[in-house]
């Protein structure tokens, strides 16, 4: 019987799968052995990550996005009437209109900077910073009988304020007196005269209103008030105006640090705040950004020499048929756009998951998937990073630029004459070089893309050498502006710090529904050279208009103008930050 019954077929489960014949020996040892070689090929050739960060795949992660965002209590200094006092003059009529008058008067002085200005004392150019600051004098007397002001390489202005305890590091504010010129050919598109400083009862036009005398006459406003109240520092407070930071800051930020290090020494200041960032709508929530890190910068002009000659007898490629092809393989290919966990866009997108209603889904399930450490290899041939890509698609070219090295090609020269062969073209090519990159990063892809031309029409390569023309060949040179990417300002607002001083401050001016996040400059400004003085740099323009004003209004452009109450907002923020920084014991 119980063979027999062994011998009997078993009834069918319901929707039981077809039985599969068991493997032999031979078969399941090279099964294994094919298990154990895509698991060593998966480990050995990096293909782990591009698993974890597909948007298909989780990590079983689970994520307290508040906890990565975490938002202070609005932080306002020790109760002080004469002190407090100031809040309600700087809501006043009277304040206001004098506030206009000294910006007005600001923009009224046509303080330009060219890039082609010749030495300091040579140059007539640059004696209009003299008319400036006789205008800043005549305007903030106080500042000018009680602080001390020293003039650094001429034209840089250093106010300082000396604090009742040397123990603490300084507060550095910061400004520049120059703008970008005014292009003659487009005086007649302005609203308003570009150097009338007009106020048309909302907004002050005129070019430098927004980029940034607005900041530089916040700075000194704040000071003047608070030495009329009686203000006594206990912190050394510090104001810094370079000259030329339009056209890279060598003669005016550059000098200044210098002679401020020599008096701190490194680390010797506690925080900067320079011009930067300001605020932005995105999620259904009201971000302040203070800039805590920027892009880096390189221009690379790249060179084509070739014989010339008669164009009736023309060769089947000119120089400028080679640079055409050059450039159209540069613009044929992007970087990579990539978010690495030290961008503070990464720190905004883990803030809008936190506090936003209308984040999107997709983006904060992507969030939850990425790994904890989402710096990634900086190669073409890397995989995707589906978080940097949908926020990109989501935000368009803005948005993408701040997780992406971008180039332009802005500057082409060369050929004299129609019936000429031309025998030396030139093209510049500006980037700013993504958190996570380096300029090396851009010094090797156009290094490869200049080779292949180069070998195609047999011309020699001069990728980086130092020769910047050589006959027949393809020469690739630098400016002497590269900068590496800026070192990431901590933004922790959970740690006793500058950054949790600032975001309490913003808090206290604004409200609690305000979100603070860190962010991130695709420009540079002159804290490139102040790196040395402090690890807290904050980019950062204060001062916000919930009635319309325009975040960066029309700066470099026609009509720039700036809107009052966010100018008058950024004095009342400048002067309960320098308090509350006095009482911060960081």
Known sequence: MEKAAANTPALPLANAPPPRRQPSTRRQVLGAFGVVSVLYLVLSQGFVQPLLDHPLVSVGQHLDFKASCVQPDPLFPTKDDKLDHLQDILSSETFRNASVARLSGAVQVRSESFDDLGPIGKDPRWDVFYDLHAYLELTFPLIYAKLDVEKVNTHGLLYTWKGSDASLKPTLLMAHQDTVPVPPETVGAWKYPPWSGTYDGKFIWGRGADDCKNQLIATLETLELLLEAGFEPKRT?????????????????????????????????????????????????????????????????????????????????????????IITRIESEQYRTQLASENPYYAQLQCGAAYSPSFPKKLKKLLTRRPSSSSQASTCKAHPDYLALEASKLGGPAIKYLMQTSQAVDVISGGIKVNALPERVTVTVNHRINIGETPQVVRDRLTAVAAHVAKKHKLALHAFDGVEAAPESVALFESANTLDVAPVTPADASVDGPFKVLAGTTRALYGEEVVVSPGIMTGNTDTRYYWGLTRHIFRFGPGYDPEGGEGMGNIHTVNERVSVTAHVAAVKWFVLFVRNMDEARI
């Open 237 to 325: 407070i510090l104001l810094s105006f370079g000259f030329d930071e339009e056209c890279s800051g060598k003669q005016g930020a550059q000098k200044l640090s210098a002679f401020i290090h020599e008096r701190y020494g490194d680390d010797g200041i506690a925080v900067i705040v320079d011009e930067g960032a300001n605020y932005e709508k995105s999620w259904g929530t009201l971000f302040f950004k203070p800039g805590t890190a920027e892009k880096g910068y390189l221009d690379v002009s790249i060179t084509v020499r070739m014989p010339g000659g008669h164009s009736s007898v023309p060769s089947d490629h000119t120089s400028i048929g080679v640079l055409s092809e």
